[in-house]
């Protein structure tokens, strides 16, 4: 039987009729007000404690996460500053094709392919650990632990329009808990933001995928211990569950390279979320930049403990690359508000310019090396082809004075045309990690200073081209001898060919790349991906079993976007990491200026 319905009671509108008399007030409604209070009261307490405690160092257990919620590539990312506010300030970009070039859109889908063999062939055979190894088909866990590959590559899979990889990637970080499975737990600070941090930022911008900056949050608050020295520059290592920290090989010294290369993941990451944490850490290194007297350089290391340079060693290659870079970045990607960046990026940028740039007397190679007591060493790295890059960067993007203009747009040509020399000069057709160059008959004094020539040849008229511009052809005598002869898949001339596309629109450098990647796929793909090559000037090659995981995040995904006609990552609109992690250009709010000491005005 079903249950008696209650009887309905009527009261009509109009009666003025009081309450029973035997309902008081002091009863049954005022018991249910104060047990309601209480359950309101004991929830606010709960959710307050949880909500407002200080962060603790301890195993991070994800919530579960539900794939197929991002299947869309056209999901617009988060709005970018310069969409609705007319031109942007600066030199305008050379006009692109309108319609796309089946040549180079064959080209990118090779490039697309390249991707697919070398992340598969790390998926099934190396996954979890960080990296694959490309001739025995097993991983190998070099960087933390964590699954490095995954994270590097995630947001070359975003670009390439690879959805179902993607969402395999973003599954297996959503449960990522940030344990490492070696005993000695400890992390390098400095490759754990450019790579892990960065990566998740990157898909982050791109995809809209709120569990990246929720996972990038997570880390971020246990790498911040790693600042927590006596001059605020980042320890060596960190061990993310503890907040311990401890020196590296450096002892108590800091490589300038990792002392200014967290600013732009650190400072977008404070954007995202108001942790004020993180930009008052990054920027206090750099408040110690900006007081370094106006005539001295930025030298490789710093000692951790008082803040100040420990040599004389003045470099563009692997102790100081991406400080460089990052200088000129953070201007970019804060919509040029940080005006102290811009100041020390030209006076290092111009400080490089006057006194590392190198000239071969015979092929007019011109080169950047490094000296130390102002004696230069005239090595030439690969790492160091990234410059060519930054310089270009600078040019499309600094509104400099025409004399100033032009000079950063030779020194750009014509560094890229001695990395791509080194390139053309093998036999594989793969670059040497590292040359010694030959200055010959300039090698006293200063004779074989770029700056020098260029000015004798601006006094006779600049008849020809500036030194150092121009073809070069492949040479038997190269006018450098190889000191490290290894291919390590690395991504900086691809780089520079990149950014010298873009900005300038000349194909040269997209056919340039196109000659290096089937070198690539000649030479160095393997079975289960790609391998580093032990010697670039022998055939057949020997392997090395090794595929790092920026192949992925750097090497291809230069490659793909130089070969693309559609300028999928507009120079104005993102600023690329060190690790080839695209960040979008923000605009600090007004606030965020008021509390960051930051100008308003600007």
């Given at each position: 039987m079903l249950p008696a319905r209650r009887p309905r009671i009527w009261v009509d509108p109009e009666s003025a009729a009081l309450p029973p008399a035997s309902v008081p007030f002091i009863g049954r409604p005022l018991l249910r007000w104060i047990t309601w209070a209480a359950i309101s009261l004991v929830l606010v307490l709960v959710f307050g404690i949880f909500r407002f405690q200080t962060p603790e160092h301890h195993?991070?257990?994800?919530?579960?996460?539900?794939?197929?919620?991002?299947?869309?590539?056209?999901?617009?990312?988060?709005?970018?500053?310069?969409?609705?506010q007319g031109p942007r300030p600066g030199p305008s970009s050379p006009e692109r094709p309108t319609v796309t070039d089946p040549k180079w859109s064959a080209r990118a889908d090779k490039v697309k392919q390249a991707f697919v063999h070398a992340y598969d062939g790390y998926r099934q055979h190396a996954l979890p650990d960080d990296e694959l190894r490309p001739i025995s088909g097993t991983g190998i866990n070099n960087l933390n632990g964590w699954g490095l590959t995954v994270f590097d590559a995630l947001d070359t899979m975003w670009v390439m329009g690879l959805n179902d990889t993607f969402d395999d990637a973003l599954e297996i970080i959503a449960g990522s808990t940030f344990i490492s499975p070696r005993s000695d737990r400890f992390v390098p600070f400095f490759e754990t933001v450019?790579?892990?941090?960065?990566?998740?930022?990157?898909?982050?911008?791109?995809?809209?995928?709120?569990?990246?900056?929720?996972?990038?949050?997570?880390?971020?608050?246990?790498?911040?211990?790693?600042?927590?020295?006596?001059?605020?520059?980042p320890m060596y290592a960190v061990d993310p569950q503890t907040g311990q920290i401890r020196a590296g090989w450096n002892g108590d010294n800091v490589l300038w390279s990792e002392a200014l290369s967290n600013q732009l993941e650190f400072k977008y990451l404070a954007h995202l979320t108001g942790r004020a944490d993180y930009f008052e850490k990054t920027e206090h290194i750099m408040r110690q930049m900006y007081d370094v007297p106006p005539d001295d350089i930025y030298p490789t290391l710093w000692d951790i403990e008082t803040g100040r340079s420990s040599n004389d060693v003045f470099s563009v290659g692997a102790f100081a690359d991406s400080a460089h870079e990052?200088?000129?970045?953070?201007?970019?990607?804060?919509?040029?508000?940080?005006?102290?960046?811009?100041?020390?990026?030209?006076?290092?940028?111009?400080?490089?310019?006057?006194?590392?740039?190198?000239?071969?007397?015979?092929?007019?190679?011109?080169?950047?090396?490094?000296?130390?007591?102002?004696?230069?060493?005239?090595?030439?790295?690969?790492?160091?082809?990234?410059?060519?890059?930054?310089?270009?960067?600078?040019?499309?993007?600094?509104?400099?004075?025409?004399?100033?203009?032009?000079?950063?747009?030779?020194?750009?040509?014509?560094l890229a045309r001695t990395c791509w020399a080194t390139y053309l000069d093998t036999e594989t057709g793969l670059g040497p990690d590292e040359v010694q160059m030959l200055p010959g008959v300039w090698n006293e004094g200063e004779k074989g200073l770029w700056i020098k020539h260029l000015g004798e040849w601006e006094k006779k008229g600049r008849q020809g081209n500036p030194p150092g511009i121009g073809e070069v052809e492949k040479a038997e005598e190269k006018e450098y001898i190889m000191k490290k002869q290894k291919y390590l898949l690395r991504p900086e001339t691809l780089e520079s060919f990149y950014i010298l596309w873009r900005t300038t629109g000349q194909e040269i450098w997209r056919e340039r790349g196109w000659t290096i990647f089937e070198a690539i796929e000649r030479h160095a793909r393997t079975e289960y991906g790609y391998a580093n090559v032990d010697h670039v000037d022998r055939l057949p090659v020997e392997h090395i079993d090794e595929m790092p995981s920026w192949f992925l995040a750097e090497t291809l995904k230069y490659l793909y976007l130089l070969f693309t006609d559609e300028d999928l990552l507009p120079l104005d609109e993102w600023v690329f990491n060190t690790e080839a992690h695209p960040l979008p250009i923000f605009k600090w709010k007004k606030w965020e200026k008021e509390k960051y000491g930051i100008p308003v005005t600007v």
């Open positions: 195993a991070y257990v994800p919530p579960p996460y539900i794939p197929g919620q991002h299947k869309s590539r056209l999901r617009p990312p988060p709005p970018l500053p310069w969409k609705h450019i790579r892990y941090l960065g990566g998740m930022l990157s898909a982050y911008a791109l995809s809209g995928e709120t569990v990246l900056l929720a996972r990038a949050d997570d880390l971020a608050v246990m790498l911040l211990p790693a600042f927590d020295t006596t001059s605020g520059f990052y200088l000129l970045k953070q201007w970019l990607l804060t919509s040029q508000s940080e005006l102290k960046t811009r100041e020390i990026y030209l006076r290092s940028i111009n400080a490089v310019i006057n006194n590392l740039l190198y000239l071969t007397p015979k092929r007019q190679l011109l080169y950047v090396t490094d000296t130390r007591d102002s004696i230069p060493s005239h090595t030439f790295e690969h790492l160091s082809c990234f410059f060519p890059g930054l310089l270009a960067l600078g040019v499309h993007t600094l509104n400099l004075p025409p004399k100033e203009r032009e000079l950063h747009s030779w020194a750009a040509e014509g």
